[in-house]
């Protein structure tokens, strides 16, 4: 989970469903889903590669991590 840094009640989740073969990237305000997209499987390398090999917007250092383990849902940051 990521939280956007102008709306802390919105976020982003990632999850795996290995069983459909996909990542499922979804929206969310406060505690409803807004929006989902299934990236297929087979594209998730190419995407977190595509993330990587950009420089990242300067901004000062994070000082917590946003990443929350799967099932471990805040509403806040």
């Known amino acids: 989970m990521f939280f956007d840094h102008t709306r802390p009640d919105r976020s982003l989740r990632l999850s795996r469903h290995s069983d459909a073969g996909v990542v499922v990237l979804s929206i969310w305000s406060g505690g409803v889903c807004q929006a989902t997209f299934q990236l297929p499987g087979e594209q998730a390398s190419a995407f977190v590669e595509a993330f ?5 917007p300067h901004a000062a250092p994070v000082t917590r991590p946003e990443i929350f383990r799967t099932g471990e849902y805040h509403t806040q940051p």
């Open 52 to 56: 990587l090999s950009t420089s990242p």
